[in-house]
């Protein structure tokens, strides 16, 4: 009799167990799992050790030595510049450990990861290359392997107690190769799983520099890129905010920035130009999320979320700072990569934007400005600097960046949809004009990733609805049917939208169950109106008259604000008699234009 039975007898208890075959059976298996522990007590292992689990048993593992060799080179060749983060002799001599090393094949693979999905790499052993289509889906399924690999080498180990340099950037490189499978929420966790090694490691203190090897050098890095792309997560990406209402702000509601400027910039390596060239890039972008401060940070995560707001004292001016400090982080003639240009220029017109979207909803905006980016015409001005910009720079050096860029695009490109219908502006007829940008940045998108993002669809579906003689001139094609209530509610509950729906997701619906728009806010701004030379300053939320005939004829509305109880500071929307704040009423017939940063995660 087993002990356990022995010690129930003792205590007067009869236990009655399974009789007849049942009994047989549970019989066999008790006297099969006692010879398996057996066997491995005689091999020196715990019956309980975790690696004698099959459930943590090594299967074939993805990643072998020829990926890694391609990943690596490739990274090298088209990711260094613009993530300067690894010293090449140092991650070959992990690579040559793979075999016999945990910490080594999880950073490599990845690092793979990272590159092949979003570089989609051509993978070695292809007899014949793969149609784009056939690419991603190869490409998405072996980082998906990796993943899944990593995990499981990990639980091998001891990492979270004992991180090294190889720990932190395997949550790194996880994090970028996630964002770019768009699992997002998985990606934030191992953003702030690099960002809890970090602290750990004390690589946020100054004191805890060496006398500057490589693994310092990569510390040092990898503190400012982690610095720079948890402040891209300020807001959850577009295709986060397809989700319900209440499930969009619960994913952003308490992401605080977390690291700030507390040790020394990193310096390059004055011999190696290629790395010269990579620091440059990456003093570029942190000059400009430098903008992105305590004070940015609350104020742009309180207008996301519906809570009061306290404007600075001078928020025009500090506005209009914001605006300056990201006109002089980029120089003009900075000389730099294509790769790394399309970057730097798409990012800063991407943060211009996000930034007058914080002046608009503090009521701050003005005809008769004479700081343009505090005008409502802001948006053109912007996305017509880009377009002149992107059209010297070729599709492979945007595709570098994945989806990330198309995200940015995308929202440039949304707002730019609203402007143009709110104002019939006239061009010659051999004049570029802000149709024209709309059109290129639509184009961009539709390429981008072999046009397998959602923004096609959406970018498409506003199109439609606000500038509709422009989709026809344009050929693009018929919105899909709409969703029956139970499909969209099953899309909505599960998480994860169907592509066919993604057009058709633009407009409000009346209650949080049900998927809403990706820019979602209660109060908006019907029809359209041409600028007077009178000024005006446009707050919170006012009604206007339809001038431009695409707007006539589409039921637009323009998002000025936030949905709930915005302090607007002094001097500002209140004091023209033009705005109209509208609390906590919810438009369900139109589509609101406020929206946040689309987190799109630098590569």
Known sequence: MPVIDEKFAAMGLILKGPKGSRAKVISELRKSQEQSSSSQSQDGASPLSPLASPMFARQPEPLSSELADTCIREFFDKMFTTVPILHRG?????????????????VVGSL?????VQCRVELPGLSSPLSPSSAKQQANSLGLRLVEDIKRMRNQTDYSDNPTTSTILTSFFLCAGLFSLERHNTAWYYMQEAITFIKMMRIHREESYGVGGPADVMNRRLFWILFISERYWLQPPPSIRLLTKRRAQALHKHRDILLHETIEFP??????PFDELGIIGLTCLY??????????????TNLRS???????????????????????????DLKCTKVQEADLRVT?????????????????????AHDESMTLLYPIKLSKDLAETLQFIDIEAMDVHGIGLAEKLFDIAYSLAD???LNSIETGTYEVGPRDHLTTFLNLVSTLRNGETKFVGLLQAKIREVLPAMAISLGLPPPPPPATPSSTHSASSSGNVPPSLMPSLTRFESTDSIVSSPYDSPTAVSGASQLTSAPMRFGVAHQVVPSSPDAGESAMALSMGVSHNIGSPAGSASESGLSENLGNTRNTNTFSSNYGPSSGFRS
Do not use: H, K
């Open 287 to 300: 000059n400009m999320f430098r903008a992105v401060d305590d004070q940015f940070s609350q104020t742009w």
């Open 90 to 106: 140092w991650i070959q001599q992990r690579a040559s450990e793979v075999s016999t090393s945990p910490d080594a094949y999880c």
């Open 306 to 332: 519906s809570t009061q707001i306290v404007w600075p004292a001078n928020t025009a001016i500090w506005l209009a700072g914001l605006q300056q400090q990201l006109t002089d982080a980029v120089p003009p």
């Open 267 to 272: 310096q390059p390596d004055p011999d190696d």
């Open 419 to 421: 402007i143009i219908a």
């Open 348 to 368: 800063q017109q991407w943060l211009r934007l996000v930034v007058w979207q914080l002046s608009t909803a503090s009521g701050c905006l003005s005809s008769a």
């Open 112 to 116: 793979c990861v990272y590159v092949v």
